[in-house]
């Protein structure tokens, strides 16, 4: 029988109090990869100590392993928007539960690129344009034709997997939208992913809940 949990620690981080005696992975350099598969063959449990990025980027490798049967903890110095999605705590308490709590089923939402999504994505203007301009869709639901700043979406941790809208004023946004993708379609726009730029301009995007769920450990 494989040992049971690893803690994946990102970009040097201290290790949580909570999580003290448990194999430790640095991740954070060249060999990232190889890494991140030989715990993943390993271990029954990653919990990743880092950002919503790398939490993201976990997934995305358990995603494209064909591996989501791994359990998933996660345990961030601070909030982030994931915690927030999948109403999850930060500090000692997160890294408590991410060593003690189950893993249940959670929606996972990716894009057309295979890359998974926890906290916030982002369609925005390439650069030098005023405006993202096109046609933005969740599901039946119309979010905008015709031009605006940008558009936000978000995993909400519960079917049907993800909302979207059009901030305002303040980068508040008065309507969301909520389905199972959200789909743009434009004249050109840059992809963000909790914080990760795209490095090429897209005409198309869509991001959506995967046909399997992740195990978060909650």
């Known amino acids: 029988m494989p040992p049971e949990t690893t803690v994946l620690l990102f970009a040097g981080l201290p290790l949580p109090r909570p999580l003290r005696g ?10 990232d990869v190889n890494l991140m598969d030989a715990a993943i063959d390993r271990y029954r449990r990653l919990v990743v100590v880092g950002t919503d990025a790398d939490l993201a980027r976990t997934l995305t490798r358990l995603l494209r392993t064909d591996r989501l049967d791994i359990e998933v903890g996660y345990a961030p110095r601070r909030r982030t928007p994931a915690t927030a999605a999948y109403r999850l705590p930060a500090g000692w308490r997160a890294a408590r539960l991410a060593r003690r709590g189950a893993g249940r089923p959670a929606p996972l939402i990716r894009d057309d690129a295979g890359t998974a999504l926890v906290g916030v994505g982002r369609w925005l203007p390439v650069d030098g344009a005023q405006a993202l301009r096109g046609e933005g869709v969740v599901d039946d639901t119309t979010l905008f034709d015709g031009e605006v700043a940008e558009v936000l979406i978000q995993p909400i941790g519960v079917a049907p997997g993800l909302r979207a809208g059009v901030p305002r004023r303040r980068g508040r946004v008065a309507r969301w939208a909520t389905g199972r993708a959200a789909q743009l379609g434009t004249t ?9 730029f795209s490095s090429r301009t897209v005409k198309r995007s869509t991001f959506y809940r995967h046909i399997e769920d992740w195990l978060l450990v909650r």
């Open 22 to 31: 448990l194999p430790t992975v640095q991740v954070g350099g060249e060999n």
């Open 188 to 196: 050109g726009a840059v992809v963000v992913r909790d914080g990760t």
